[in-house]
């Protein structure tokens, strides 16, 4: 049906950069809302930003100034560019979408969908 899958993860030392992608992969018509999530072991998921359909972006604010989300819709991806990357960014990094129309041959729709995460490992 639909599925979601991040590249780009990776190790890298402190100040680095990293661009992870996300594939909405499927007979896809649109989607709305997407977001990347990170958790690190024992702690919980938190929300980094989000992208509405219209381009609209929120992120949490510490992450303000290094983190930027965009999407590019021809191709059903969404990006986070990562730069000045601590230690602290080290987590599984998720995204999600809110609301995924797919044909099936109809137009149908499923909603909260994640992807199997990434790994992104920031060094001293």
């Known amino acids: 049906q639909v599925q979601l899958v991040e590249t780009g993860g990776g190790l890298v030392q402190a100040g680095g950069s990293l661009r992870l992608s996300c594939v909405v992969s499927?007979?896809?018509?649109?989607?709305?809302?997407a977001g990347w999530y990170r958790q690190a072991p024992g702690k919980q998921r938190e929300l980094v930003a989000t992208?509405?359909?219209?381009?609209?972006?929120n992120y949490v604010e510490s992450m303000k100034g290094r983190f930027s989300i965009s999407r590019d819709d021809a191709k059903n991806t969404v990006y986070l560019q990562m730069n000045s990357l601590k230690p602290e960014d080290t987590a599984v990094y998720y995204c999600?979408?809110?609301?995924?129309?797919?044909?099936?041959?109809?137009?149908?729709?499923?909603?909260?969908?994640w992807g199997p995460g990434t790994q992104v490992t920031v060094s001293s």
């Open positions: 999600n979408a809110d609301r995924v129309f797919y044909w099936s041959p109809i137009v149908r729709d499923i909603t909260n969908l």
């Open positions: 992208i509405t359909s219209g381009g609209n972006t």
């Open positions: 499927g007979r896809i018509h649109s989607f709305n809302v």
